[in-house]
């Protein structure tokens, strides 16, 4: 009898479901403020979520989106307690940070929360890859 020699992931390990998931009035938390991060905001804005955003220094795109009431900013450093506080649906921890982006996705772990990691998809929980908006 031929034996199939086993697929990489085949013992579920490093492989991922994909789902789509509707995030309409879900509060997700976005730690970060750079160019991935606002990129990540739009989608998210786009999908209809509540996007709470925590970085110390906010860029013009981001300060914007808060002036004009699309997102929630907190000025501040990320904590543990901000996921206490905010209790997200998903975490995306997108800072130029590896060590702070590991923690975020621990502490979200911790948690039961989903997280996502702009450093390594293998350190978080899902992954959201780039879309191409067709049409606009």
């Not at 013992?11 to 789902?19: E, Y």
């Not at 879900?26 to 905001?41: D, E, I, S, Y």
């Not at 997200?88 to 940070?97: C, G, I, K, Q």
Request: hydrophobic content about 40%; aromatic content about 4%.
């Amino acid at each position: 009898m031929h034996q199939e020699s086993p697929r990489p992931g085949a013992d579920g390990r490093g492989r991922t479901l994909p789902i789509n998931v509707l995030l309409k009035g879900r509060t997700c938390l976005l730690v970060g403020a750079g160019h991935v991060a606002h990129r990540k905001c739009r989608n998210l804005l786009d999908h209809g979520a509540r996007v709470v955003l925590v970085a110390p220094d906010l860029t013009r795109g981001i300060r914007e989106l808060a002036e004009m009431g699309q997102v929630t900013v907190l000025e501040e450093r990320y904590h543990a307690g901000l996921l206490d506080e905010i209790r997200p649906f998903l975490v995306y921890a997108a800072t130029n940070d590896d060590a702070l982006n590991r923690g975020i996705a621990a502490d979200a772990n911790e948690r039961g929360i989903l997280s996502s990691s702009a450093s390594s998809w293998q350190e978080a929980d899902f992954i959201s890859p780039s879309l191409i908006p067709w049409g606009r």
